[in-house]
Structures are given as C-alpha cells and as structure tokens.
C-alpha cells in the first residue's frame, strides 16, 4: 500500500484528512496518514515559521523514504521567512508560485507541496447552502451563496486580513468555529463537490491519486 504523510496546520485539517480523505484514497490502496505540525516540543497546531515546517517535512521524508509527504497549510499568512517568490496581482498563481518555492527549497524526491488558497475555509464555499444543516439563520447561506457569487471559484476569495474566507464566514455567522464545524461540513459537502469547485485542491488530489497508479 502507498502512504502519504499529510502535515497539517490544525485539528480542523487533520479531522478532513480522517473523515473526507481517507475514505477516498483507501479505495484506492493509498493510505493517508495526517500529522498535526508542531509548534514547540508539545505544541501543536498552527504554523508559527518555515524553519519549524520544514525540520518536520525533510526529517519524515528520511525517516520514511519509501512514503510520501506532502502539506495542508494555508497560503494566508503564511509567516515572513517562508520561501520567496515573485508575487502578482492573480492570486492562484500566487499560490502556486509559493508552493513551487518550498517544493524547490525541501529539496526531497518523495515530497509534495500543497498550500490551501487561501485557507481551509475557501473548500467550504464549494457549496454554501452546507452550512443551512448548521446554523438555524437563513441569511447565513444566503450570504455566503452571495460571497461566492463574486468569484469564478471558491479558492479565488481572497486573503486580505478582513477578506479571506473565514473572515467573511464569520461576518455572517458569528457561531461559526473552526474546529467544531469546518471538517464536519466539508464532510456534509463531499469531496467530489469539493474537487468540481476548487481545481487547485483537486490538483492535489489528482497528485496523490496518481501515486498508486505509478506504484
């Protein structure tokens, strides 16, 4: 069987890997195995600075060569000492050029970068009207149907500090938590709406899923 480790910004990250990706990829004789990144020798949780994501990638690459690595983690402020690259003024392509940065800069065969544009809330607006299982208003996924009217895909809703998704999640829904509903309702989503709405992740997916077929 192929593993993937998936290192993961929080717990919200690491439930998805659990309840929405794994089922998908233990069909396909992929194991995915999702770690929480740390922060500190008994912190977790959060990306605090490159140097701390990278020790842990390149060390589970070599500790684990004959696995995969691979990431989850935000583009959205992202910390100042995380590879450079030449921005512009389209985002994906922000993201992608950030992710080819780090994917240069760990420098390991058996990784694979992925950044969430712009985070993981941007999945969620696959399909707002998930949210109506959750929150008894009916404004919210108006709102937030509204929101992702105004961009071609949800991973182009942008991260500006008062603009990125989760931001404009909770502008209509205070109760929203990350925690407590982000994976439960990307699970109510589904992935195969997900992958139709967000052709970056899908990418990914895409990535990963071709790791057994070349096995």
Request: hydrophobic share 40%.
């Amino acid at each position: 069987m192929i593993r993937v480790h998936i290192f993961c910004e929080g717990q919200t990250e690491d439930t998805f890997v659990r309840e929405v990706l794994r089922p998908h990829f233990d069909r396909l004789n992929i194991f995915v195995n999702p770690i929480i990144l740390r922060t500190s020798k008994e912190g977790k949780g959060g990306v605090v600075s490159y140097g701390k994501v990278k020790h842990q990638v390149v060390q589970k690459c070599k500790q684990d060569s004959t696995a995969f690595v691979t990431t989850l983690i935000d583009y959205y402020a992202l910390p100042a000492d995380f590879p450079d690259f030449a921005k512009t003024a389209d985002s994906i392509a922000n993201v992608k050029a950030a992710s080819a940065a780090i994917q240069a800069d760990i420098g390991q065969a058996n990784f694979i970068a992925n950044l969430a544009a712009h985070e993981f809330e941007g999945l969620l607006f696959s399909a707002p009207e998930a949210f109506g299982e959750w929150f008894d208003d009916e404004d919210v996924v108006t709102e937030l149907t509204k929101i992702r009217g105004q961009f071609a895909t949800p991973e182009h809703i942008n991260d500006g500090p008062q603009t990125v998704p989760s931001k404009r999640i909770l502008k209509v829904c205070e109760d929203y938590d990350k925690v407590a509903h982000g994976s439960l309702i990307g699970l109510d989503i589904g992935l195969d709406a997900i992958r139709r709405e967000c052709p970056l992740f899908n990418a990914w997916v895409e990535q990963l899923e071709a790791l057994g077929v070349a096995a």
